[in-house]
């Protein structure tokens, strides 16, 4: 655990022991030959970061963003199970936004940062600079490269989309 700050969680240590976990869980499924891998993964994972909350402890992602689980999945044409995590504001969001499809990035200068992902389309950026609806910019890197948006916006989505990248949301 961090010794400055009893909140964070020791990431390195936390990682090992949820890979330890999820070890054991693919472990007994192949043993079981049990076909429900992914659900009891991601029981494990559940139970593991609501232990964390419970203890007062969670993982800061970014400023702003915490982990407060993961969702293990198999990508499509990998054989190798994937855990994705969970976000949250910490402790809010600043913006009133309708998140129920959004993951949250954090914040970065005046911005709430989200991951968008709606209907099965490519996932888009955005950044929340106000409590009305049309108070955001969104930028969506599966249509449109960093360089074509406006200078003022580029720092802001090179962050965002940083943040997607590192947590595994997006290549």
């Keep these: 655990m961090d010794t ?9 240590s936390f990682d090992d022991r949820l890979h330890g976990i999820i070890g054991q869980v693919v472990a007994i ?3 079981e030959g049990a076909t429900d891998l992914i659900a009891r993964v991601n029981a494990a994972v559940k ?3 609501d232990a964390l909350e ?5 993982h800061m992602a970014f400023p702003g963003c915490r982990i407060v689980g993961g969702v293990g999945l198999i990508p499509p044409g990998l054989q190798q199970l994937h855990l994705i995590p969970a976000t949250a504001f910490h402790s809010q969001a600043r913006h ?3 998140d129920r499809d959004a993951l949250a ?3 970065f200068g005046e911005y709430d940062l989200y991951l968008q992902s709606q209907g ?3 996932p888009t950026l955005l950044a929340r600079y106000g409590d009305h609806p049309p108070q955001y910019s969104s930028f969506n890197p599966t249509f449109t490269k960093l360089s074509d948006i406006g200078a003022e916006s580029r720092p802001v989505f090179a962050e965002a989309l940083a943040r997607a990248r590192a947590l595994s949301f997006m290549r």
């Design 105 to 107: 990035l954090g914040f």
């Design 54 to 58: 419970a203890d007062g402890k969670f």
């Design 47 to 49: 139970a593991e970061y």
């Design 4 to 12: 400055k700050n009893p909140s964070i969680v020791d990431t390195e």
């Design 96 to 98: 009133l936004h309708d």
């Design 120 to 122: 099965g389309l490519p």
């Design 29 to 31: 499924c192949e043993t």
